[in-house]
Structure formats: C-alpha cells, structure tokens
C-alpha cells in the first residue's frame, strides 16, 4: 500500500533535484542506517542489494564543509549549509534540520553549483524560505566542521520503488575533536517509501543496522560544540475533529517512533539523565498506543512489538533509577543532612551502579534486534499493518473519524482508574501503584486522543488533572524504587559507611509522603468529582 507521504509526492515523480541548476525545494526521503566499523563495503554488495543493483554502482571521495554564523543562527532556525566537493565540482545545499512533518523522512533541500568550497547564497535566493534570508542577515558564514568520505552509490530497482543506496565510510572533523562515519543512507527515487523500509530489513540480515535520524551535520554540530548528543521530548500531536481512526493511530504511532528515534544518541551517551528518560518515555508511549490496539484490533503484531518495546525499555531501568537517585533524590537530602557522615561513599556506590546500568542499556541498543525492530515497526506503520487483522465493519471503522473510537478508549480507561482508586484514603501502599499504573495509561491516551476534542478550558483542565495526581502518585513510586536501591548498595562492601545516609534518605523520603497525603487525597476526590470532561454535557 503507498503511503499518504508518497502520495503527496506526486508518487513517480523524481525526489532529488538537478546538481546543475537550482529549483524549487525537493522532499528528500532517505533513511540513514548506522553500522559497525568494517561492515559499510560488505553491506553495499550483499544479497540484497546485487539481487536488484543495476550496476557495479559509482566510488567517489566526498569532502564538505559546513557553514553557519558564528552564534549558528541557520541551525537555530532549522537549516544546514554544506558546499560539497566532488572530483573538479562544487555543489553548496541547504537542508532543513529535521523532516518536513512529524514521523516522516521528507526534509526540505535546494542545491546549486558553486565555484568553490566558500558558498554564495545568492545564487539560491528567491528560492529558499523568507526565514532563511532572515535568520542569516548581514553575518559572516564560517566553517564549522568538515567531513571526508568514501562513497559507493549503487541504484536499485525493487518491484514497486527505485532506490539510490550510499555507502559511507569516514569522518567528520571538528578542529582536533573527530568521530567515524559508518553508514547506509538509503533514498527513495521514486515509488513506495515502505520500500526503504523493506530493503533496510534485508539488509540486516547481513550486519547490524541501526536507523538513525541523526545526520552528519547534527554529529558536527554537536562535535564542534563539545557537546553531547541532545535529548527532544515528545512532540505535540494535532488532529481536526474529521480526522479519520487509521491516520490518528498511524500519527500516534510514529510520533512514538521517532521520539524513541531522536533520543537514541543521547540515551547511549549517558551525559544527561534525559535521555534514558525521553527514551523510556518513547517506547512506553509506543506500548500504550500497541496495547490499545491490540484490545480494539486483535492484532497479533501489536503484540509482538509491545513486547520487543517493554524488552528494550527494561534494559534502561537500572540506568534511569540511578539517575534519578543521583541528580534527583539525593542532592536535597545530602545537603539538608551534612552532618550525616558517608553521603560521599553512597554517591560513590551508587555512580558505579549508574555506570553498569548504563552498560546494560548500551548494549541493548547495540544488540542487532534492537535496530530490526525499529525498522519492522516502521515498516508496519507505513503499510498500516494493523488493517490486516479487522473485518469489513473494522475497516469502516477505521475510515470514520477517530473521535468516537477515542472517546470509547478514554472512556474505558477512566472508568478503570475511577474503579482502582475506590476508597482512596484507605488504599495500601502496592493499591496506591496499581492506580497509578491506571492513570499513567490513561494520561497516555489522554495525549494521543485530547486533540480530537479541541482546545477547551475542560478538555486543557482534565489534562493538568492527570498531570498533577500522576506526579504526586509518583512519589510512592520513588520511595519503593529507592528503597529497592538502596538494599542493592548496602548488600556491597561499603555497607557499614551506608547505614546513616541510607537511613537519612528513607526518613526524608517517609517524611515527604506524609506531608504529601492531603494533596494527594484532595486531588483524588477533585479529579473524581471533575469526570470525563472532554465530552461535551
């Protein structure tokens, strides 16, 4: 099935503009797949790809350079400029940073031919956005980093797409900083776009492949910075109230996706606790939005990637409670207890557990099934797999606008956490988690379906209900996970040096509760008292 993306291309028409003249903007779609050093020349002639290569293809070394101003004001407005050497020729491109849509592989690119590797902007004005004029201005343009590779493009032609495969072997260098370059970008010449997806997994059965948002110039970026990789929160989802059921679940399911997607990099990282966090967040929101599905659709795929998703995300565990503990949890109770001695030793034992958590999380996204199924649950939201596992009346339903599908979901739900938080004030410690566990998946879905129900003052305030009783919730949750934590350190060698700070972060933590009890209870009884407040009375 082609997609609505590749219908909006105008299907068969060429994605990639002329290096020789400039024209309106292309909508570039190419999937980039990172592998293992070695691995990028076997990859270019594997099965797949000599299966349905027209050619032995074409090996060029590419060198670029890539420009900004010197407070990057094209990167903060959401471009990249590059001038590319190749043999005698100089090509300069802008691209837009990220895709053109949310969940999508487009992005924005005009090329021009240049005289050398210094760019000249005016030969591509009037054809690039007002925004990209202003946000240059009067400034300079500096180099920013350079990159060198080794290319092999070979063209392919599969039953229902052409696509142009490039390999990548090199660097992008950043002063005395440089990291290698050791990838796969596959782009869509013309056809459906689930074809990349296809071809990737092909080729995954020759190396590990790991689809990877994060282009060149967001490495250099951040390479020239010395920083490191960013982390994104989830992006807001829009839909009119005519919006059908099959495009809000495929919305819904590939902002997930490419959440898990664009914080990949920094979850690897490490350098801040946001990434695991947005990471984890990501596949949850992924395994919500699956569970849902699979109740409605008895889709057995739903299944199948739900529990793939809880496996990659239970690998993330250790990382992210080490984190928290450390950059949350602690800092206010060492500081208001300084005369407690051994908080030193505690932090010490605990920054060792956060550096094996985070080698558990390293190689779960290194494992090569972690990369396969990114790329399996992509390919099943760009062919609508779930389609597959309705009857007539499913497919009608899926055709009718989603919001009467949404309000039965939310419905449900709520009726779910109404029904676990009976008696609220007498519920038990584990009662208290299993509403929470209700509310978070219905705050989920409150995410995915809300926009269908408009911008009211009702439907924004049922949103900060779930928000601030789900917070609040959390707090039993940290105390138990905490408290698992700290059993954890005092079983090691450092234990007799533990007791005291150990002791002094339960007691905080004891404490916080009990002054957190009336809140909580008031928010129950409000949140109760206020009802399913998006449907309209």
């Known amino acids: 099935m082609a997609s609505d993306m590749t219908g909006s291309?105008?299907?068969?028409?060429?994605?990639?503009?002329?290096?020789?003249?400039?024209?309106?903007?292309?909508?570039?779609?190419?999937?980039?797949?990172?592998?293992?050093?070695?691995?990028?020349?076997?990859?270019?002639?594997?099965?797949?790809v000599e299966a349905c290569a027209r050619n032995k293809g074409v090996v060029r070394r590419l060198e670029a350079a890539y420009y900004d101003t010197s407070d990057q004001a094209l990167q903060k407005a959401g471009y990249t400029l590059r001038v590319r050497r190749n043999g005698g020729r100089y090509v300069m491109t802008v691209k837009t940073s990220g895709t053109l849509a949310p969940g999508t592989l487009a992005r924005g690119e005009w090329e021009v031919p240049v005289d050398g590797l210094?760019?000249?902007?005016?030969?591509?004005?009037?054809?690039?956005?007002?925004?990209?004029?202003?946000?240059?201005?009067?400034?300079?343009?500096?180099?920013?980093?350079?990159?060198?590779?080794?290319?092999?493009?070979?063209?392919?032609?599969?039953?229902?797409?052409?696509?142009?495969?490039?390999a990548d072997e090199g660097s992008v260098v950043a002063g005395e900083r440089s990291e290698p370059i050791n990838e796969i970008e596959l782009e869509l010449m013309k056809g459906d776009a689930s074809a990349l997806y296809e071809l990737a997994l092909a080729l995954s059965d020759s190396a590990r492949l790991d689809p990877s948002p994060r282009s060149k110039a967001a490495r250099g970026i951040d390479l020239a910075r010395g920083v490191p990789p960013g982390f994104s929160k989830a992006p807001k989802l829009r839909f009119d109230a005519a919006t059908s059921l099959d495009e809000v679940i495929a919305a819904i399911l590939r902002s997930a996706l490419q959440h898990l997607l664009d914080n990949k990099a920094a979850a690897v990282d490490g350098s801040h606790p946001e990434g695991v966090h947005q990471a984890r967040i990501a596949l949850r929101r992924l395994r919500s939005m699956l569970k849902i599905l699979a109740d409605t659709t008895g889709a057995q795929a739903s299944e199948r990637f739900r529990d793939q998703a809880k496996c990659l995300a239970s690998a993330m565990n250790d990382a992210r409670n080490w984190d928290v503990f450390l950059s949350e949890t602690l800092p206010p109770i060492?500081?208001?207890?300084?005369?407690?001695?051994?908080?030193?030793?505690?932090?010490?034992?605990a920054e060792a557990k956060r550096r094996k958590g985070y080698e558990t999380d390293r190689a779960a996204f290194d494992d090569p099934r972690s990369g396969r199924f990114q790329l399996e649950m992509a390919l099943w939201i760009e062919q609508r797999g779930w389609r597959s596992s309705v009857d007539a009346d499913g497919l009608a339903q899926l055709s009718a606008p989603a919001r009467l599908y949404a309000e039965k979901v939310l419905a449900g739900l709520h009726r779910k956490v109404i029904k676990?938080?009976?008696q609220f004030g007498r519920l038990s410690v584990d009662e208290r988690h299993r509403v929470r566990l209700a509310m978070?998946?219905?705050?989920?879905?409150?995410?995915?379906?809300?926009?269908?129900?408009?911008?009211?003052?009702?439907?924004?305030?049922?949103?900060?209900?779930?928000r601030r009783f789900q917070d609040l919730l959390g707090k039993y949750n940290d105390m138990a996970t905490t408290e698992?934590?700290?059993?954890?350190?005092?079983a090691g060698d450092a234990s007799p040096k533990l007791a005291g700070p150990c002791g002094a972060v339960i007691g905080w933590q004891a404490r916080d509760l009990l002054d957190t009890e009336a809140e909580l209870i008031a928010a129950w009884r409000e949140f109760k008292k206020a009802g399913r407040m998006w449907k309209s009375k």
């Open 484 to 490: 698992g934590l700290l059993t954890e350190l005092q």
């Open 420 to 422: 676990r938080g009976r």
């Open 9 to 48: 291309l105008n299907g068969e028409a060429s994605l990639t503009p002329s290096a020789e003249t400039a024209g309106p903007a292309a909508r570039e779609l190419e999937l980039k797949l990172v592998t293992d050093a070695g691995s990028v020349r076997s990859l270019a002639c594997a099965p797949a």
């Open 118 to 166: 210094q760019p000249d902007i005016s030969r591509l004005m009037g054809q690039l956005p007002d925004d990209f004029p202003a946000a240059l201005g009067d400034a300079e343009l500096v180099a920013q980093y350079t990159t060198s590779v080794r290319r092999r493009t070979r063209l392919l032609d599969l039953p229902y797409a052409t696509i142009e495969l490039a």
């Open 334 to 349: 060492e500081d208001k207890c300084a005369a407690v001695k051994g908080f030193a030793e505690l932090r010490a034992a």
């Open 440 to 466: 978070k998946k219905l705050r989920y879905a409150a995410d995915f379906f809300l926009p269908l129900f408009g911008k009211s003052r009702k439907v924004a305030a049922y949103a900060k209900f779930l």
